[in-house]
């Protein structure tokens, strides 16, 4: 995983490698030029193609012009702009620009009544991540130009118009398809809706000494695949080894949801997978389960009845982690089932909640008090409004405040989602897409998390982030399998085996953070 870096932090970092270790600042911009160049020059399909450089006058600019010096020194064709005040420029910056006319470059002045020159691919280094406020003027014109331009992007630190701490985007922002960031990823890389300008992201060393940036770890961390990585079993193991889920869910109208949910976490890989419904649905269950053991449930009015907890708390009590909320509904026995579930489950126990069992903890948030175990509310954000919880622009706060405050992990959904642990930790999700914003995705996550609680029991960050990723690595496999409008949530179970068997380590090895 990738730890991120906030802007200020960055800042710092810069500052200590050049005060402390006595690193020059020219030095460090110097790497991030050839690096910037280096992704310009690999994504131009003809060596005679024009690189286009959009500078402006601090820092980031002065990677820009460090670029279009480079790109000469390697004879490709650029033209580089500033677009900014050439007195505002900082010494660096103007280092820079002396480079580039030593090798027979020009700094241009950017003309914002003119068209853009002709070029196939535009570096981006207006604003690096210290831009804190909308875009306006020449700036935002650059910005839209860049984005009009059909060309092919590469933002230098970060897309311009992106924050850098929270991903909101200050009133427009370049698209890119590549962003070069230096020593760090930065929060807006990965959370929503800066990531969807992000493209693919290239993390640099520029020499910033790894004592200096391991300072900057604030235990927010962006996701990779490799971080998905599941071991090999054990030859010698029984189902019981990987986990007895119990789910509860359903009502009338809402079979689907349960059965998803289900099939989910058979999937992936738990050992036993039990499914509890309100007796009216459990044929219609039944029939669609073959390895998930549904049995049913007292019911009133088509779903369960007040009664019910007394038989999941039988059931429950034999079970390793239970999921409850797929296709509940809302009323007294569905209200009933879930504070039996909080309350009654052993303290330690993995519970996994969402849907309507999310609306009913709304109204007593007071039954999460007591658990020491891992309680996981896997809200999408009007859910998370109803829990109480406040989303501002920086969605990796919020998240992250809710869980500390309420001692719990929140998987808060979304493009990107997040997962908050109590202990202030937070873990952004690289995958999915907008395919999956449908009925039933949400079933299915809750039961490959609770599949992966069964399995890594000790380890609930591991099993939250593995669960996250392998949901959104098979979403992204099921859209390009059917397409982003024609596939389901059953494509993602069908996407769900290839994936798994991606990511597995060979031979047995064990995880980096097993114990022997």
Request: glycine share 12%; with cysteine; aromatic share 4%.
């Amino acid at each position: 995983m990738l730890a991120l870096s906030t802007a200020a932090d960055m800042r710092r970092a810069d500052e200590r490698a050049i005060r402390e270790r006595g690193i020059p600042s020219l030095e460090l911009m110097e790497r991030a030029s050839k690096a910037l160049a280096a992704q310009a020059a690999a994504l131009s399909e003809d060596a005679e193609e024009t690189v286009l450089i959009l500078c402006g006058s601090g820092n980031n600019g002065g990677d820009g012009i460090g670029a279009a010096a480079e790109l000469l020194r390697l004879g490709r064709p650029v033209r580089a702009l500033l677009v900014g005040d050439r007195a505002k420029m900082t010494p660096d910056a103007r280092a820079m620009a002396a480079a580039l006319e030593e090798k027979g470059g020009v700094l241009e002045d950017y003309n914002p009544a003119a068209p853009l020159p002709e070029c196939a691919v535009i570096i981006d280094a207006l604003f690096g991540v210290g831009l804190d406020r909308p875009l306006r003027g020449n700036a935002l014109t650059a910005v839209e130009a860049i984005n009009a331009s059909g060309a092919r992007v590469v933002s230098a630190d970060i897309p311009s118009g992106v924050a850098a701490d929270t991903g909101e985007i200050l009133g427009a922002a370049v698209k890119a398809d590549v962003t070069v960031t230096f020593s760090m990823g930065k929060p807006g890389h990965f959370a929503e809706p800066g990531c969807t300008r992000t493209g693919r992201l290239v993390v640099i060393d520029i020499g910033i000494p790894a004592d200096i940036l391991a300072d900057c770890d604030r235990g927010t961390y962006g996701l990779e695949v490799s971080d998905a990585a599941l071991p090999r079993r054990d030859p010698i193991s029984h189902k019981g080894d990987y986990g007895r889920v119990l789910i509860l869910g359903g009502c009338v109208g809402y079979t689907g949801a349960p059965s998803l949910c289900a099939r989910a976490a058979v999937r992936a890989g738990a050992g036993l997978v039990y499914l509890g419904v309100p007796a009216p649905i459990y044929e219609i269950t039944a029939v669609k389960q073959d390895e998930a053991m549904p049995f049913p449930l007292p019911a009133h009015g088509g779903g369960f009845a007040p009664g019910a907890a007394e038989g999941a708390l039988e059931r429950l009590r034999k079970c390793d982690v239970c999921a409850i909320g797929p296709g509940l509904g809302r009323g007294e026995g569905a209200s009933a089932l879930v504070e039996a579930v909080l309350k009654g489950a052993p303290a330690e126990m993995p519970l996994v909640l969402d849907a309507d069992a999310l609306n009913a903890l709304a109204e007593h948030p007071e039954w999460l008090s007591g658990r020491t175990g891992p309680t996981v509310l896997t809200p999408h954000a009007g859910e998370f409004a109803r829990l109480g919880g406040e989303l501002t622009g920086d969605r990796v706060e919020s998240a992250g405040r809710y869980a500390t405050e309420h001692g719990c992990i929140l998987l808060l959904k979304g493009h990107r989602s997040i997962a908050a642990f109590p202990d202030g930790r937070a873990y952004l999700s690289i995958a999915g897409n907008p395919g999956m914003a449908k009925g039933g995705s949400g079933d299915t996550l809750t039961g490959i998390l609770a599949a992966m609680l069964g399995q890594f029991r000790s380890d609930p960050v591991k099993a939250v982030t593995t669960g996250l990723l392998l949901h959104g690595l098979a979403g992204d496999r099921a859209a390009r399998w059917y397409g982003e409008y024609a596939m389901t949530a059953s494509d993602l179970l069908e996407a769900l085996p290839d994936t798994m068997t991606d990511v597995s380590v060979p031979n047995g090895a064990k995880l980096p953070d097993q114990s022997e």
